[in-house]
């Protein structure tokens, strides 16, 4: 099965970029090749843009707290119990954590003038700045994943926060087997819930992609061909499934 997921308001659309963005700088810092810095440099000032923002430490610090005291509801299975352990460390770490607005790189000029760089036409090109193409000749890749991982270690905290609380989230999915004749479906929402998260999984033989889109009351669910810019009449029915989820 082919998974897609649709925020249905924009904290989780942060979330889940921020949660990408991370998932991008691990499998990149894995790869071995002679352009994968550029790549790696290219996903850290995403992730500055991104996770360094002074309102997501405090928001991230809210959203724990408020999943934490409803897990206190619950029964004491072992599960909730390890759930709510786990919000208890990831929110002491996100309280002692040092993370800096912008993009500051506390005078490192090498940083900033890739920064500079990264944002042109070009984008980084060893040959436009020597100093670059002589740090790569220089390292070894070891000594470059090092490198990396000390840029993004005050990063670790938001990773976890963002992982723990998608992890709730997600295993809150509650899945129901669709159908739908003519390439579209809307399946109705209750407006008094606060939900958060669809989840759809198609079958990877069919050629059909998701185009998600909802408002408060409904999510609308258009199925496209492959290489298709508008949406297509789907003669044969389409069977999907599809989830809501909500913390």
């Not at 029964?75 to 770490?93: A, P, Q, Y």
Request: hydrophobic share 35%.
């Amino acid at each position: 099965m082919i998974k897609y997921e649709f925020p249905l308001n924009e904290r989780i659309r942060k979330f889940l970029r921020i949660e990408e963005i991370f998932k991008k700088m691990d499998s990149q810092m894995t790869i071995k090749g002679d352009f994968v810095d550029h790549s790696c440099f290219n996903t850290f000032f995403e992730l500055m843009a991104t996770a360094s923002r002074a309102d997501l430490k405090v928001e991230l610090i809210q959203e724990i707290e408020k999943q934490r005291s409803k897990m206190k509801t619950k029964s004491k299975t072992k599960k909730n119990i390890v759930i709510i352990k786990d919000l208890d460390i990831t929110r002491k770490k996100l309280e002692k954590s040092k993370i800096i607005t912008g993009f500051n790189f506390g005078g490192d000029k090498f940083l900033t003038e890739l920064k500079t760089r990264a944002a042109s036409p070009f984008g980084i090109v060893s040959t436009d700045f020597p100093e670059f193409q002589y740090w790569l000749q220089k390292t070894t890749v070891k000594e470059r994943r090092i490198y990396f991982h000390s840029q993004i270690k005050d990063f670790t905290a938001i990773k976890s926060a963002i992982s723990n609380l998608m992890r709730l989230l997600r295993g809150n999915i509650h899945t129901k087997s669709m159908s739908t004749k003519s390439g579209s479906l809307q399946y109705k929402l209750d407006p008094l819930l606060k939900n958060d998260l669809v989840a759809i999984s198609v079958c990877e033989s069919l050629r059909f992609y998701p185009n998600i889109s909802s408002n408060k009351y409904a999510v609308n669910v258009h199925f496209s061909l492959k290489g298709e810019s508008s949406y297509p009449s789907i003669a044969k029915s389409v069977k999907f499934k599809l989830g809501i989820a909500s913390f």
